[in-house]
Every structure is written in structure tokens, then in C-alpha cells.
């Protein structure tokens, strides 16, 4: 069916305000009836174990069940001296520490499920069920309660905590990648273990989750992996205001990328900055000439934005 041209231009623009749709979604669940958080980090050593299980959890959404999380992502612990360990209980930390010591890289599984005071007791019951197949380290699983405010405003601690050490309006030279399933083993290897952890790479979060590929709109000029599953990874990072750490850690984040170039993994860039015409063209791919047709139509004097230099 043909879009008409106010659908073309909604589309189009739908890349830079993706958050939106995260957005509504979040204030029509605060609309609800929810008010609490059920909140579980869990522990892994195998990598295979926790993508399964990550694959398995968004399956329940796949089928529009509704006893599935109500938002999992996951996150890396690499072994480094700054390691945010935030979440977990503070007795905990040194054996944790010791864990992430022993192996390098643990991988941790955030699972969530939103509930009232009038449903503890099935929430209680659902996440058991939920945990029982998963394969985590049985004596690493941690849970707190805690209103559901407090959960979608999580990263506000963390402003309170940064902002006194002046750390908190600083450079973020972040990365986000799409990966696609098939390859998401030899990016664990090759750029997580070969390049984060070999080259003792501080990345503050690392954060790393599944998506299915029929949950996105193929109208939306975003490029994502053609498999039907793929991984969101993002290099959430802060530097100083140095111009040689920025530098660094924008080559660092280059270093990642021409692995993926020069192993053959399809990766694709969310939110992407090129030098040239012929970098988005590769970007874009087979959604190129779309691209070129919806600029032409709706910017045909080429004034917005110049400085990503896709057309200029």
C-alpha cells in the first residue's frame, strides 16, 4: 500500500525521535494501575547461556503473552578497577568482584516485572516460573522492590552521584550497535573479550539486549540486521574535557568497528556520524535510494542538516 506524504515524512523523521514511541509507551504504563517494580539482576559466566535466555524472555512478547518480563536488558561487568557494581547489595560487591576477577567478563541479565499491592503474590509466583528454565549462577541472583517511579528514573541517581565529582556534563563519545544473532558470539570474543577486556578499555556501561525484527517499522529510514533477531549494544562512555581522551576513545570506538569490518560481522551503527557521501550510502544500503527520494521531496534545497553530511 502506498504511504501517503504525510506517512512518507512522519517515517522519515521517526529515526530522530525513536524515543518517543519508549516514551508513550512508558507514560501509558505510569497511566495504569502499576505502581511497583520487581526488579532481578542475574548472574552469568556463559555467554551462549545468556543470550539464550535473554531470546528466550522477548519469545513472550514474540507471542503477545503477558506473563513474560515486562522489560529485560542486559549488561557487561568487566574486569576493571572502576566496576559499577551500583545495584547490588554492598556485602556482595567482593564476591562479585572476585567473579568478575576470576573470568574477565560476567554477563548480567536485568529482568523487571511491574505489579500492584493487590498482585504480589501472582507477580511473586510469575517470576518464579519465569526463573526456573533460565540458566544463571544459582547463588548470583538479586532482587529488590521498589515503586515503579523509582525504577523509569534510575539514571537520576546517578546524575546525584556524578554531578558533585563534575562528572556528569562531560564528553560521552557513546557507540551503539545493532549485531546480528548469528555473529553475536564472535563479537563477544573478538571486540568484548579481544579488544574491551585486552585492552583494559573503561566503557562505564555496557549495556546489550535482543530485539525482534518484526517489532520495527521497515518504513523508518533507521537501518537494523536482516536476521529476525539481533542485538542492541550500547558503549555508554565519559571522558574528561581533554582532547586527547576524547580522541582516544572515539578511536577506540573506530578500533571496534573495523574489527566488525574486517571479520565480516553486519553490524550497523544507530545514530551513526560519516565522513562521506559513500560511508552513508554503504550505511543505508538498499534503503538508499528512499533516503535520496524523501530528501529530495522534503528538504529539496538541502538546508537541514548539513553538518552529518549525507548530501552536502
Not at 556485602?91 to 499491592?117: A, F, M
Request: aromatic content about 14%; overall charge negative; some cysteine.
Amino acid at each position: 500500500m502506498r504511504m501517503t506524504h504525510q506517512e512518507e515524512l512522519f517515517h522519515h523523521v521517526l529515526d530522530y525521535v525513536l524515543g518517543t514511541r519508549a516514551l508513550f509507551r512508558n507514560i501509558l504504563t505510569w497511566l495504569s494501575h502499576y505502581s511497583l517494580v520487581k526488579w532481578l539482576h542475574l548472574l552469568y559466566t556463559d555467554f551462549s547461556a545468556f543470550t539464550e535466555d535473554q531470546e528466550h524472555l522477548i519469545s513472550f512478547h514474540e507471542r503477545n503473552e503477558t506473563k513474560g518480563a515486562d522489560h529485560i536488558a542486559g549488561y557487561i561487568l568487566v574486569n576493571h578497577p572502576r566496576i559499577n557494581l551500583s545495584f547490588y547489595p554492598p556485602n556482595d560487591h567482593q564476591r562479585i568482584t572476585s567473579l568478575v576477577t576470576e573470568y574477565g567478563i560476567i554477563y548480567s541479565l536485568e529482568l523487571v516485572k511491574y505489579y500492584d499491592n493487590n498482585s504480589q503474590e501472582l507477580v511473586d509466583e510469575e517470576v518464579q516460573n519465569l526463573l526456573k528454565v533460565l540458566k544463571f549462577i544459582p547463588s548470583f541472583s538479586f532482587e529488590k522492590d521498589v515503586s515503579y517511579e523509582e525504577f523509569h528514573n534510575r539514571l537520576h541517581a546517578s546524575e546525584l552521584y556524578l554531578k558533585p565529582k563534575g562528572l556528569w556534563n562531560v564528553p560521552h563519545p557513546w557507540m551503539d550497535l545493532f549485531v546480528p544473532k548469528s555473529q553475536i558470539s564472535d563479537f563477544n570474543e573478538g571486540a568484548l573479550k579481544g579488544i574491551i577486556l585486552k585492552e583494559n578499555i573503561l566503557v562505564r556501561t555496557l549495556i546489550f539486549y535482543p530485539m525482534n525484527r518484526n517489532k520495527w517499522d521497515d518504513r523508518m529510514s533507521s537501518v537494523i540486521p536482516d536476521e529476525n533477531i539481533f542485538y542492541a549494544l550500547g558503549f555508554f562512555r565519559a571522558t574528561g574535557f581533554d582532547k586527547v581522551e576524547v580522541e582516544t576513545s572515539e578511536a577506540q570506538n573506530q578500533h571496534i568497528l573495523q574489527f566488525c569490518k574486517d571479520n565480516g560481522i553486519k553490524c550497523k551503527v544507530y545514530l551513526a556520524s560519516y565522513k562521506t557521501q559513500e560511508e552513508w550510502i554503504e550505511h543505508y544500503g538498499s534503503k538508499w535510494q528512499i533516503i535520496e527520494k524523501r530528501k529530495a521531496e522534503f528538504d529539496p534545497k538541502r538546508i537541514l542538516s548539513p553538518g552529518q553530511r549525507i548530501f552536502n
